[in-house]
């Protein structure tokens, strides 16, 4: 079987833009590397049903999001930016017909209306302030908003160590409730389990996961442990998050220590290391897992390549498979 991956890079050497990848999964490898589009830095992508690309733009030296039609993907429908640095992450609401965006530099989140012709409107803007105890944290730095499991929104301020539950309507943001990390901790992104009473809230700045209990619009803290070992002393900065359908395991990755580290959750939600895999490269900022979880694709931004990784359903381990497959400057990596 086929299933095709979209890389989001950044164009600051050698790539230009969007990029497809195929993942055999009879053969067991990556294949066939496309440019879909030229976008500028789209550093995060979300697709919709209707195959439009909603992608973190820069363009004409603003920042903003790309509209793209992947069954024209020639012509991008749309650069919707302003004056400033483009945001860190990007999704659909498919049900409210809205696109939000995390922007990092300028510590604020959007909304965008969803047109007729799949082109964006800004709505509203979110914007936050503060700052927190480390260097990196200057200033809000919101990196990541998106739809908790009982509707509501969900966003991450890695400068502040702030996690805000919020409502949005036509009048724009409000928030519910704000959780407040360990100083230093620096959330960056936030996964649920299938049953949404438990959230696992990755630390870039810290390398740690935080597992909350999430109860009527409130994070509760459960757990906080380490994704590097004890005797790391060189830089690390934790990355990109994901839980497998089953509630069984959880995977991060760490640029420094260049691993995904492996958690079996136990039957109470909290984690236990049971893993820490090299990905053969360099600043592993993205990973995603495929559809039927069966492999976990990783992309190394500083060493141009993508690592293909078989795992067992059974302990939750990854096996090396490929990891010399070619792809520029990759940041995200999302499955069709």
């Known amino acids: 079987m086929i299933e095709s991956i979209l890389l989001g890079t950044y164009t600051k050497q050698t790539s230009q833009g969007i990029y497809q990848v195929d993942l055999d999964t009879e053969a067991k490898t990556l294949t066939n590397l496309q440019l879909v589009t030229k976008v500028e830095n789209p550093t995060y992508l979300a697709l919709s049903k209707k195959d439009v690309l909603y992608a973190v733009d820069r363009f004409d030296g603003q920042g ?44 604020t989140l959007h909304a965008y209306s969803i047109n007729d012709d799949q082109t964006l409107t800004l709505a509203n803007t979110f914007t936050n302030t503060g700052n927190g105890p480390l260097k990196e944290q200057d200033g809000s730095h919101l990196h990541y908003i998106d739809r908790t499991p009982d509707g509501k929104l969900i966003a991450c301020d890695l400068g502040t160590d702030q996690v805000f539950i919020l409502d949005y309507n036509n009048s724009g943001f409000s928030v519910i409730a704000t959780y407040e ?24 700045l810290s390398s740690e996961v935080e597992v909350l209990k999430y109860n009527n619009h409130q994070l509760t803290h459960l757990q906080t442990i380490k994704t590097i070992p004890a005797d790391w002393n ?39 290391l049971i893993q820490n895999v090299s990905v053969e490269g360099s600043f592993p900022r993205d990973f995603a897992l495929n559809h039927d979880q ?27 498979i490929q990891k010399d497959f070619a792809a520029p400057e990759v940041v995200c990596v999302y499955f069709k």
């Open 64 to 107: 903003g999001l790309s509209v793209t039609d992947l069954n024209a993907p020639q012509n991008v429908l749309q650069h919707i930016v302003a004056p400033g640095t483009p945001p860190a992450y990007v999704t659909v609401d498919e049900a409210q017909q809205l696109v939000f965006d995390a922007n990092y530099h300028e510590g």
């Open 181 to 204: 990390t360990t100083p230093g901790f620096g959330p960056r992104h936030i996964t649920f389990n299938s049953r949404g009473d438990l959230a696992y809230l990755v630390g870039e």
């Open 234 to 272: 060189e830089h690390n900065g934790c990355a990109a998050i994901e839980i497998t359908n089953d509630d069984c395991f959880l995977y991060v990755s760490n640029r420094g220590f260049d691993s995904i580290a492996v958690f079996e959750i136990q039957s109470d939600g909290t984690l236990k």
């Open 294 to 320: 069966n492999f976990l694709v990783v992309g190394n931004q500083t060493t141009d390549n993508l690592t293909l990784f078989e795992r067992n359903a059974n302990d939750g381990k990854l096996e090396l």
